[in-house]
């Protein structure tokens, strides 16, 4: 397997990635070009203020009293969208939720204190649980996710309700596949379409298509179905995507959010990764990111750490340290997923078994999977030496940063909240 010469992508991650002469991945080359851009910040936070005062106009003559909606999860990405939207541009967002019920009591907390802290609005939709079980055993089945409706139902939810509150701007945070792996540059200025939620978010099956598979019925899917193109023109619906006029710093906003409004961060070891402050929300992402690794051999910790070697925080050798230390794990949270959805572990393993990629895995003489190769097993050479960036002083690891991610060496401070003290062994729907 190619790895990238600079970040830990495999040349088999998702969605596509592609390394250049140097053996650099776009995902790399996508970071690099946040520095250097054909349309520079301060003319891309002009463009923004204008989109903002359109939406307050629109707002007036149609006489509402909020002129955006805000998707939220509780995260710190939610809390900075709000922050900057209220507190820097005093708009009037109408936060909305849409709660998948696999909640961590983290979460929980957290989406409370961005409803207490910014004063705003909440629409939440609290999917109920058949429903989410059915569905969530069907694509499990079908594609190997059991998340499939926090996607639909975050990227399809909010224009329900703009349809409905007859708000047409929606502000979205990251364009996170940008991001990861590059597969779009920053001078295209990309917005929300119907055709990106279905191809990136769910993974190219709308709604309608499930209805009678694995006993999902109308009712179920409901939450998923995106207006009708009539009802989008109407309101003039439109999604923007802040990071496209906005220097993003995932780190930078969790520290801004900490200390301004409170978020918080957990302080046990995850089990898949060392970041203590992204998706935090989500108790099902470890069994999640556990099953991106059975398909294509790496994890969140790949994820995770490549997002701090294009930083300057982490080196190549200490990211493959937490390769090592969390990318195979299997969580303990699995068997009570099972539990949930109705069947074996071993069933589970036998759902996965025809999901994974030729490419990185294999079956041994006795029949078990293993991997053929790692970036853990690749000595960094000429072209890694060439690949790496200039390192900042801030490190990742470093005692300053020990809230943020989790080094044994120096673990977080307890905060004395439960909520964010302990690792939840089941999710919480309300
Ligand atoms: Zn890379």
């Not at 596509?16 to 054909?38: A, P, V, W």
Request: proline share 5%.
């Amino acid at each position: 397997m190619q790895y990238c010469a600079r970040c830990l992508y495999p040349a088999n991650a998702k969605p596509t990635i592609i390394m250049d002469e140097e053996g650099i991945c776009s995902g790399c080359r996508y970071h690099e070009s946040r520095k250097k851009l054909e349309i520079p910040w301060s003319e891309r936070r002009e463009i923004f203020e204008q989109i903002l005062d359109e939406a307050r106009r629109m707002a007036k003559a149609r006489g509402n009293s909020h002129d955006c909606i805000v998707p939220v999860s509780g995260g710190k990405d939610s809390h900075y969208q709000v922050w900057l939207l209220k507190k820097k541009y005093g708009m009037n967002p109408l936060l909305v939720t849409f709660n998948h019920i696999y909640n961590t009591p983290a979460g929980l907390r957290n989406l409370s204190n961005l409803v207490e802290k910014s004063g705003c609005d909440l629409v939440r939709y609290t999917a109920g649980a058949d429903a989410v079980r059915r569905i969530s055993r069907y694509m499990l089945e079908t594609v190997g996710d059991l998340t499939w409706h926090y996607h639909a139902g975050i990227r399809t939810f909010p224009f329900q309700v703009a349809v409905q509150y007859n708000i047409p701007l929606i502000v979205w945070g990251e364009h996170g596949f940008a991001e990861l792996t590059g597969i779009v540059t920053l001078d295209d200025f990309v917005e929300f379409t119907k055709w990106t939620r279905k191809e990136h978010d769910m993974r190219g099956y709308e709604p309608h298509q499930l209805i009678g598979k694995g006993g999902i019925t109308e009712g179920d899917i409901r939450p998923y179905i995106y207006p009708s193109d009539d009802d989008i023109a109407r309101v003039g619906v439109r999604g923007i995507y802040l990071s496209n006029f906005f220097p993003w710093d995932a780190k930078e906003h969790a520290e801004l959010m900490i200390r301004e409004w409170n978020f918080g961060t957990v302080t046990f070891e995850r089990e898949r990764t060392f970041n203590l402050n992204a998706k935090i929300e989500d108790h099902a992402n470890d069994v999640h990111d556990y099953l991106k690794y059975l398909k294509f051999g790496y994890g969140r910790a790949t994820d995770d750490a490549s997002m701090e070697i294009r930083h300057g925080r982490m080196t190549r050798e200490e990211g493959i340290e937490m390769v090592r230390r969390y990318d195979a794990r299997e969580p303990k949270s699995l068997e009570m997923y099972c539990d949930f959805l109705g069947i074996t572990k071993a069933e589970f393993y036998a759902i996965v078994e025809r999901m994974r990629d030729p490419a990185i895995w294999e079956k041994d003489a006795s029949g078990e999977w293993y991997p053929k190769d790692s970036v853990i097993n690749h000595p960094i050479g000429a072209l890694e030496e060439a690949a790496r960036v200039e390192q900042s002083n801030d490190r990742t690891l470093a005692e300053a940063n020990r809230q943020l991610y989790y080094n044994p060496a120096c673990p977080p401070l307890k905060t004395g909240e439960a909520a964010l003290d302990e690792q939840s062994p089941t999710f919480r729907i309300l």
